[in-house]
């Protein structure tokens, strides 16, 4: 082997281990702007979704003509339990928002606010108050009671 | 020499020592697995920054990474068959040090794997509800079941775990505090015992197929040395993340449908759970509780045991066992998903 011959050797190695350590970091150049790309945030930004439907209670603690009040998404809504089934109405009264209470004495509703009353499935029964109570939708699944919105009336 | 070079020749010398002739390729599994459990890591800490673990949460912030967060769906989908591909090769491992005998005399380092391979199940299935998915509900639904079948721990453990006997907040949360925060630490620190021992105790296991009492010492030294072997690992570790990264992208994981109660359960576990769901469409909870107990007790005792026949054909068993189990427990949930 003679001089040149080592020469071209020696540069044929560089030359490949340059290629290869080239390669290497332009891979590992995709990494990084991989993660710096998904560390900052995305234009749209998150946003808390509303459950669609939310179990609120046992059926066992809503007896027949009983009433319970719970809360959907954070708001207090009423569950009663009638001769016709399940139903369930916002609790806040849509007067000035005041939460209503169930007198099951009479089967009504009553604001202790401006004495706004409204009957067991949410209309206005005296007061200010001129629209009824907003309704949701309760269902039943085994012996567990879960709301989901409905449209308002 | 500086410091710097002192240090790079020291390195270099200890690369230079010959392997022993009868430590072949299976031993690069081990660090195999060291590359893929730094892979989960980094990619669950990147995945950590847009997860919410709450019920009204989780679903849609997994749903933001996948659709809206820059490569969010490649993160995660390597991240997903990072975790396909841990699994295998952690039974490949499993099985290596089991079918090799390679746990004698490290009768310690046995049971510590064992635990780290109880703890990547562990990771597996609290990580499987974190997007709270039908599949994600209705699977914890069905080991909530078998715990409450476990005795004496079973109702603790639920307590533990599930914080209650219902699948809501304090569920979601718990599932959340043991993948990211409890189980990493414990194994992080189980798997450093695992490799100083591991350092200390040296690369000892001739193939069953030789002799007895041929441990390091007695075994020839080979042609390769260390840092051949450190060359093939980081060549298997860059196929490993081009691998990956090629199913990530043509394999997007997808998201499932979210939590309805009220739609019947899908039944879908994931593959590496089927032995488990074929085992327990076998046998009544209750009796397989006990008997999959005593298959562990078994699994740790092996090697202090020094039954070598006898464990050699009941891990042959075990593994056609398995095997049979899965296709049982796949046929039971009625065919893929």
Redesign the interface.
């Known amino acids: 082997m003679n001089e040149h011959e080592r020469v071209t050797i020696s540069d044929r190695r560089g030359f490949l281990g340059k290629l290869l350590g080239g390669a290497l970091g332009l891979g590992l150049l995709g990494i990084l702007s991989t993660v710096v790309a998904y560390i900052f945030p995305p234009h749209r930004r998150f946003a808390t979704p509303v459950r669609q439907r939310q179990r609120v209670a046992l059926l066992r603690e809503i007896p027949p003509g009983k009433g319970k009040q719970v809360l959907f998404g954070g708001e207090p809504v009423w569950v009663l339990h009638l001769r016709e089934g399940l139903i369930a109405l916002s609790a806040r009264c849509t007067h000035q928002g005041c939460i209503v209470q169930w007198d099951e004495q009479r089967g009504t509703f009553a604001c202790p606010c401006h004495g706004g009353r409204f009957d067991a499935h949410g209309n206005v029964l005296a007061g200010l108050p001129t629209r009824p109570l907003p309704q949701l939708r309760a269902e039943v699944l085994q012996d567990e009671v879960y709301l989901a919105r409905q449209e308002e009336r | 020499m500086t410091p710097l070079r002192q240090l790079q020749a020291l390195i270099q010398a200890e690369f230079r020592h010959p392997v022993p002739a009868h430590v072949g390729r299976w031993y690069l599994v081990g660090g195999w697995l060291l590359f893929l459990v730094a892979l989960q890591i980094l990619s669950g800490i990147?995945l950590m920054?847009?997860y919410?673990p709450s019920?009204?949460?989780a679903y849609?912030?997994v749903r933001?990474v996948m659709n809206?967060?820059?490569?969010?769906w490649?993160?995660r989908g390597m991240h997903y068959w990072g975790a396909h591909l841990l699994i295998v090769v952690l039974v490949l491992h499993l099985g290596r040090v089991y079918f090799f005998t390679a746990y004698r005399e490290r009768e310690l380092n046995w049971a510590i794997g064992l635990l780290l391979f109880g703890g990547v199940g562990a990771f597996a299935f609290t990580g499987m509800l974190l997007p709270w998915d039908q599949q994600a509900y209705w699977n914890a639904d069905a080991v909530r079941t078998a715990l409450e079948h476990v005795p004496v721990v079973g109702k603790f453990i639920l307590e533990l775990l599930w914080g209650g006997h219902e699948l809501e907040t304090g569920a979601l949360l718990r599932f959340y505090i043991f993948h990211v925060g409890l189980l990493p630490w414990l194994m992080v620190m189980l798997l450093a015992v695992h490799l100083y021992l591991v350092n200390r105790q040296g690369l000892y296991s001739p193939s069953p197929f030789q002799g007895e009492g041929q441990g390091e010492g007695q075994s020839p030294a080979s042609s390769r040395t260390y840092h051949d072997m450190l060359l093939e690992g980081l060549f298997l570790a860059l196929l490993t993340f081009g691998g990956l990264l090629t199913l990530a992208v043509l394999f997007t994981p997808a998201l499932g449908e979210p939590i309805?109660?009220?739609k019947p359960n899908p039944v879908h576990v994931p593959w590496y759970f089927l032995p488990a769901l074929g085992f327990f469409r076998l046998v009544s909870p209750d009796f397989g509780i006990w008997l999959a107990g005593l298959g562990v007790l078994g699994l740790f005792l092996v090697p202090v045991l020094r039954v070598r026949g006898i464990a050699l054909g009941l891990g042959a068993l075990a593994v056609l066992g398995a095997l049979a189990l899965a296709v049982l427990g796949y046929l039971s949930q009625g065919g893929p998903p």
């Open positions: 990147l920054i847009y919410r019920p009204d949460e849609e912030s933001y809206d967060v820059r490569l969010g490649l993160v309805d109660l009220l």
